[in-house]
C-alpha cells in the first residue's frame, strides 16, 4: 500500500485507534497533524477531507476515509494479515459488540462538541467525561465477565489473540486516566489494556509517542510547590505504606503445611486469611483522593500518580484474596505465564520453556556442600562484614517460620531446620540482602521522600529482575537456580490452566524435588488465590521478564559514562518506569545518592566494556547451527574422560 497520509491528532481517540491498526498492520503512512484546539479540524481544506470535521482522516492514494471503525474495518479487508478480527462469526460479533460499547456507547460522549455544548466549566466538563468514562469501562468489564464464562479468556479483550477489541480498548482506558477514573475496578479492562500497552506496535502509536504531543514537562514547577506536592504525598501515602505488609498477608502458617504432610500429601491446604478490610477500604479510599488532587502532565505528577495507583492494587488484592479476582489483578500487575516480552509473540513461558530445554538439570552431588540453617547464618554474617558494616541486617533463626527465608529492610530470618547448597546461600545473599535489602534501605535514607523504601508491588518486576541480575553478575545464577526460576513460570501455567496445589506439588515431586522443597513451591503459586486451581498469584512468572527489562535497561542507559543512571535505580524499590521522575528529582537536588551500591554498581565502568560487546551482538544474525561442527559423540568421549589418569606419561 502506497502514498498513506494519517490527519490525526495526538489526543484523539479515534486517531489513537487508527495509529494502532496501522502499526498492527505494519503499513506505513505519512503523518498530517489537525490541532483540535486551534480548530483545524474546521477550517475549509479539512472539510474537504472528512464532511463532519473530525479525525481521524485516512487517505490512500488520494482518496479520504474516514470514522474509526470504517477505516479499520476498511485496513482490514485491504491487508488482512495478521488478522485483527477472528475467522469464526460467531467471535467477530462479540469483537464488533466490545468495539460498539466503546465507538457508540462510551467514546462520543466525551467528545469535545459534546463537552462544550454540556457546559462551560472545567470542573463539570471533567466530572461528565468521568461519569461516561466509568460508564462505558463496567459495561465492558462486565462483557469481557460474560465471555468468560462462555469460554473465551485470556490476555487480551477477547480471548489470547489481540483484536480490534483492544484497537478500541487501548484509547478509551488512556482518556479514563485523563479523567482520573479509578481503573482498579475494572481488573479484567486493566489488564487487557497494559497487556496490549506493553507490545511496541501498540507503544509506537500512544499519544506522547506523536510528534505533535507537547513535550513531557521539567522545568515549569516551581520548587515551592515541587516540595509541597511531595509532603502532600508522603502525608497520605505513608500511613498505608507502613500498614501494607502485602506478602505478609497471604502467606502461609507453618501449621498448614504440617496439616498437609500429617495428610500424607492426599488433600489440598486450607490456608486461612486475616485481613484487615476496613485498613484496605480506607487506604483506596486516600490514595484515590490523593490521584485526584495530582493533576497534570508533569514528569513528578505522573510518578506520584503510579504511586498512589501501586497502593491501592495492594489493596485490593488484599479484599479480593481467596477468590479469582485475586489472579485478575495479579496477572494485571505482575503478569502471568502468557504475558508476552517485548514482542507480541514471545511470553513469559516461551522463556521458561528454552532455559529448559537448554539447560539440563545437574543432579545433586554427594559430596556437595549442604548448609544448615546454623552454617547458613554464619556465612551471611561473614558476607556482611566483607561490605564493611555498611548494610545495616540482623541475621535471626526462627523456628515458626513457613518459608525457608524471609528477608526484610533490616532483618532476615531463617527457618529453624532449613537446609541450603552453598551455591544456593552464596545467590540469596546478592538477591535478598543486596538487592532488597540494600534498595530499601536506600529509599529509607531520602530525607525528602523516604517512601521509596516500599515501592508497592508494581515495582516487584524491576526489582526481582534487579536481584536475579546480581545473581548473574556475581556468578551465583546456576543451572539449578536458574531452572527452578523457569520452572516456577511453568507451575504458574499449569495453575492458570486449572492445576490445583496437589496437581502442582505432585508434578514437582515427579521431577525429583523434595518435598518439603515441592511444598513451598506450589505454596508460592497458589497463596492469596484458589488452592483448587485456576487463580493463582502470579509474581513468580515476573523474576526472568524483569531480568529481561533489567538487562535491557542497563544495555541502553550505560551508552552514558557516568553511572548516574543505575545509581538512580538502586535509589529505592523502584520501577525502570520511574527514572525518569527520579532523574529530574536527582537533578533538582531533591533525590540524594543512594549510600549502598551493588558490588556491580560499583564497577560501572567493568559493565561499560561488557554491554558495549554484546550489544554488537545484536548486529549479527546468528544461525542455530552457526556453532562449532564437533561430533556430540566426540564431546562426550571426551567429557567422560577428562578426569581419568593419562594412559601414558603424567600430568605436569
Given at each position: 500500500m502506497?502514498?498513506?497520509?494519517?490527519y490525526?491528532?495526538?489526543?484523539?481517540?479515534?486517531?489513537?485507534?487508527?495509529?494502532?491498526?496501522?502499526?498492527?498492520?505494519?503499513?506505513?503512512?505519512?503523518?498530517?497533524?489537525?490541532?483540535?484546539?486551534?480548530?483545524?479540524?474546521?477550517?475549509?481544506?479539512?472539510?474537504?477531507?472528512?464532511?463532519?470535521?473530525?479525525?481521524?482522516c485516512?487517505e490512500?492514494?488520494?482518496?479520504?476515509?474516514?470514522?474509526?471503525?470504517?477505516?479499520?474495518?476498511?485496513?482490514?479487508?485491504?491487508?488482512?494479515?495478521?488478522?485483527?478480527?477472528?475467522?469464526?462469526?460467531?467471535?467477530?460479533?462479540?469483537?464488533?459488540?466490545?468495539?460498539?460499547?466503546?465507538?457508540?456507547?462510551?467514546?462520543?460522549?466525551?467528545?469535545?462538541?459534546?463537552?462544550?455544548?454540556?457546559?462551560?466549566?472545567?470542573?463539570?466538563?471533567?466530572a461528565?467525561?468521568?461519569?461516561?468514562?466509568?460508564?462505558?469501562?463496567?459495561?465492558?468489564?462486565?462483557?469481557?465477565?460474560?465471555?468468560?464464562?462462555?469460554?473465551?479468556?485470556?490476555?487480551?479483550?477477547?480471548?489470547?489473540?489481540?483484536?480490534?477489541?483492544?484497537?478500541?480498548?487501548?484509547?478509551?482506558?488512556?482518556?479514563?486516566?485523563?479523567?482520573?477514573?479509578?481503573?482498579?475496578?475494572?481488573?479484567?479492562?486493566?489488564?487487557?489494556?497494559?497487556?496490549?500497552?506493553?507490545?511496541?506496535?501498540?507503544?509506537?502509536?500512544?499519544?506522547?509517542?506523536?510528534?505533535?504531543?507537547?513535550?513531557?514537562?521539567?522545568?515549569?514547577?516551581?520548587?515551592?510547590?515541587?516540595?509541597?506536592?511531595?509532603?502532600?504525598a508522603?502525608?497520605?501515602?505513608?500511613?498505608?505504606?507502613?500498614?501494607?505488609?502485602?506478602?505478609?498477608?497471604?502467606?502461609?502458617?507453618?501449621?498448614?503445611?504440617?496439616?498437609?504432610?500429617?495428610?500424607?500429601?492426599?488433600?489440598?491446604?486450607?490456608?486461612?486469611?486475616?485481613?484487615?478490610?476496613?485498613?484496605?477500604?480506607?487506604?483506596?479510599?486516600?490514595?484515590?483522593?490523593?490521584?485526584g488532587?495530582?493533576?497534570?502532565?508533569?514528569?513528578?505528577?505522573?510518578?506520584?500518580?503510579?504511586?498512589?495507583?501501586?497502593?491501592?492494587?495492594?489493596?485490593?488484592?488484599?479484599?479480593?484474596?481467596?477468590?479469582?479476582?485475586?489472579?485478575?489483578?495479579?496477572?494485571?500487575?505482575?503478569?502471568?505465564?502468557?504475558?508476552t516480552?517485548?514482542?507480541?509473540?514471545?511470553?513469559?513461558?516461551?522463556?521458561?520453556?528454552?532455559?529448559?530445554?537448554?539447560?539440563?538439570?545437574?543432579?545433586?552431588?554427594?559430596?556437595?556442600?549442604?548448609?544448615?540453617?546454623?552454617?547458613?547464618?554464619?556465612?551471611?554474617?561473614?558476607?556482611?562484614?566483607?561490605?564493611?558494616?555498611?548494610?545495616?541486617?540482623?541475621?535471626e533463626?526462627?523456628?515458626?517460620?513457613?518459608?525457608?527465608?524471609?528477608?526484610?529492610?533490616?532483618?532476615?530470618?531463617?527457618?529453624?531446620?532449613?537446609?541450603?547448597?552453598r551455591?544456593?546461600?552464596?545467590?540469596?545473599?546478592?538477591?535478598?540482602?543486596?538487592?532488597?535489602a540494600?534498595?530499601a534501605?536506600?529509599?529509607?535514607?531520602?530525607?525528602?521522600?523516604?517512601?521509596?523504601?516500599?515501592?508497592?508491588?508494581?515495582?516487584t518486576?524491576?526489582?526481582?529482575?534487579?536481584?536475579?541480575?546480581?545473581?548473574?553478575?556475581?556468578?551465583?545464577?546456576?543451572?539449578?537456580?536458574?531452572?527452578?526460576?523457569?520452572?516456577?513460570?511453568?507451575?504458574?501455567?499449569?495453575?492458570?490452566?486449572?492445576?490445583?496445589?496437589?496437581?502442582?506439588?505432585?508434578?514437582?515431586?515427579?521431577?525429583?524435588?523434595?518435598?518439603?522443597?515441592?511444598?513451598?513451591?506450589?505454596?508460592r503459586?497458589?497463596?492469596g488465590?484458589?488452592t483448587?486451581?485456576?487463580?493463582?498469584?502470579?509474581?513468580?512468572?515476573?523474576?526472568?521478564?524483569?531480568?529481561?527489562?533489567?538487562?535491557?535497561?542497563?544495555?541502553?542507559?550505560?551508552?552514558?559514562?557516568?553511572?548516574?543512571v543505575?545509581?538512580?535505580?538502586?535509589?529505592?524499590?523502584?520501577?525502570?518506569?520511574?527514572?525518569e521522575?527520579l532523574?529530574?528529582?536527582?537533578?533538582?537536588?531533591?533525590?540524594?545518592?543512594?549510600?549502598?551500591?551493588?558490588?556491580?554498581?560499583?564497577?560501572?565502568?567493568?559493565l561499560?566494556?561488557?554491554?558495549?560487546f554484546?550489544?554488537?551482538?545484536n548486529?549479527?544474525?546468528?544461525?542455530?547451527?552457526?556453532?562449532p561442527?564437533?561430533?556430540?559423540?566426540?564431546?562426550?568421549?571426551?567429557?567422560?574422560?577428562?578426569?581419568?589418569?593419562?594412559a601414558?606419561?603424567?600430568?605436569?
Amino acid at each position: 500500500m502506497s502514498d498513506v497520509v494519517l490527519y490525526h491528532y495526538f489526543r484523539s481517540s479515534s486517531s489513537y485507534r487508527v495509529r494502532i491498526a496501522l502499526a498492527f498492520k505494519g503499513i506505513r503512512y505519512r503523518s498530517v497533524y489537525v490541532n483540535l484546539l486551534k480548530k483545524e479540524q474546521s477550517s475549509d481544506a479539512h472539510l474537504a477531507r472528512s464532511p463532519a470535521g473530525n479525525v481521524p482522516c485516512l487517505e490512500i492514494e488520494g482518496r479520504p476515509y474516514v470514522e474509526s471503525v470504517a477505516i479499520v474495518e476498511l485496513l482490514e479487508e485491504l491487508h488482512p494479515t495478521p488478522p485483527l478480527y477472528p475467522k469464526e462469526a460467531w467471535d467477530r460479533a462479540r469483537v464488533r459488540a466490545l468495539v460498539e460499547l466503546i465507538n457508540a456507547g462510551t467514546q462520543p460522549l466525551q467528545n469535545l462538541r459534546v463537552l462544550a455544548r454540556h457546559t462551560s466549566e472545567q470542573e463539570e466538563k471533567t466530572a461528565w467525561a468521568k461519569h461516561w468514562n466509568e460508564h462505558g469501562l463496567e459495561a465492558f468489564e462486565r462483557a469481557m465477565e460474560q465471555n468468560e464464562t462462555l469460554g473465551v479468556r485470556g490476555r487480551f479483550a477477547y480471548g489470547d489473540t489481540f483484536t480490534a477489541a483492544d484497537v478500541f480498548l487501548v484509547p478509551q482506558v488512556f482518556s479514563a486516566k485523563r479523567f482520573g477514573v479509578d481503573l482498579s475496578k475494572f481488573p479484567r479492562v486493566r489488564a487487557a489494556a497494559e497487556h496490549a500497552l506493553s507490545l511496541p506496535f501498540v507503544a509506537v502509536a500512544a499519544p506522547d509517542r506523536q510528534a505533535d504531543a507537547p513535550k513531557a514537562r521539567h522545568d515549569d514547577l516551581s520548587p515551592d510547590a515541587r516540595d509541597a506536592i511531595l509532603t502532600r504525598a508522603l502525608e497520605v501515602l505513608e500511613p498505608i505504606a507502613q500498614r501494607t505488609r502485602f506478602l505478609e498477608s497471604i502467606g502461609w502458617s507453618r501449621e498448614v503445611e504440617e496439616a498437609f504432610f500429617a495428610a500424607n500429601a492426599e488433600r489440598l491446604p486450607e490456608p486461612s486469611y486475616d485481613i484487615d478490610t476496613s485498613f484496605c477500604e480506607e487506604s483506596i479510599a486516600n490514595a484515590t483522593a490523593l490521584l485526584g488532587e495530582l493533576q497534570g502532565d508533569h514528569v513528578l505528577l505522573r510518578w506520584l500518580r503510579d504511586q498512589c495507583e501501586s497502593f491501592i492494587d495492594a489493596n485490593r488484592m488484599l479484599l479480593a484474596v481467596g477468590t479469582r479476582d485475586f489472579y485478575a489483578h495479579s496477572v494485571r500487575i505482575y503478569g502471568g505465564a502468557r504475558t508476552t516480552a517485548f514482542d507480541a509473540d514471545t511470553t513469559n513461558l516461551h522463556l521458561a520453556n528454552h532455559l529448559h530445554a537448554r539447560l539440563a538439570e545437574p543432579s545433586r552431588s554427594e559430596d556437595e556442600v549442604m548448609l544448615e540453617a546454623s552454617d547458613f547464618t554464619d556465612l551471611m554474617e561473614e558476607r556482611l562484614d566483607e561490605l564493611g558494616g555498611s548494610l545495616e541486617m540482623k541475621i535471626e533463626r526462627d523456628p515458626d517460620l513457613a518459608a525457608k527465608v524471609v528477608c526484610g529492610r533490616k532483618r532476615m530470618r531463617v527457618r529453624d531446620g532449613a537446609r541450603f547448597e552453598r551455591t544456593e546461600a552464596e545467590g540469596l545473599f546478592f538477591h535478598e540482602i543486596e538487592t532488597h535489602a540494600l534498595t530499601a534501605q536506600n529509599g529509607a535514607a531520602q530525607r525528602a521522600f523516604p517512601l521509596l523504601r516500599a515501592g508497592g508491588p508494581r515495582t516487584t518486576r524491576t526489582q526481582e529482575g534487579l536481584a536475579v541480575f546480581s545473581e548473574l553478575y556475581s556468578h551465583t545464577l546456576t543451572p539449578r537456580r536458574l531452572g527452578r526460576l523457569a520452572e516456577r513460570v511453568r507451575l504458574v501455567a499449569m495453575a492458570e490452566d486449572g492445576a490445583s496445589f496437589l496437581d502442582l506439588f505432585r508434578h514437582l515431586v515427579k521431577l525429583g524435588v523434595p518435598e518439603r522443597d515441592a511444598f513451598l513451591d506450589a505454596q508460592r503459586v497458589c497463596r492469596g488465590g484458589l488452592t483448587t486451581g485456576g487463580a493463582p498469584f502470579t509474581k513468580d512468572a515476573s523474576y526472568l521478564s524483569g531480568l529481561l527489562d533489567v538487562y535491557t535497561f542497563l544495555r541502553s542507559s550505560l551508552v552514558f559514562p557516568t553511572p548516574v543512571v543505575g545509581e538512580i535505580l538502586v535509589s529505592g524499590r523502584i520501577a525502570i518506569a520511574d527514572v525518569e521522575a527520579l532523574l529530574w528529582l536527582r537533578a533538582e537536588g531533591v533525590l540524594e545518592a543512594p549510600r549502598l551500591l551493588p558490588r556491580w554498581l560499583k564497577r560501572h565502568d567493568t559493565l561499560r566494556s561488557y554491554f558495549a560487546f554484546t550489544s554488537f551482538l545484536n548486529e549479527v544474525d546468528f544461525k542455530s547451527d552457526a556453532g562449532p561442527a564437533f561430533p556430540k559423540e566426540l564431546v562426550e568421549r571426551a567429557a567422560a574422560r577428562a578426569h581419568e589418569p593419562l594412559a601414558t606419561g603424567t600430568r605436569e
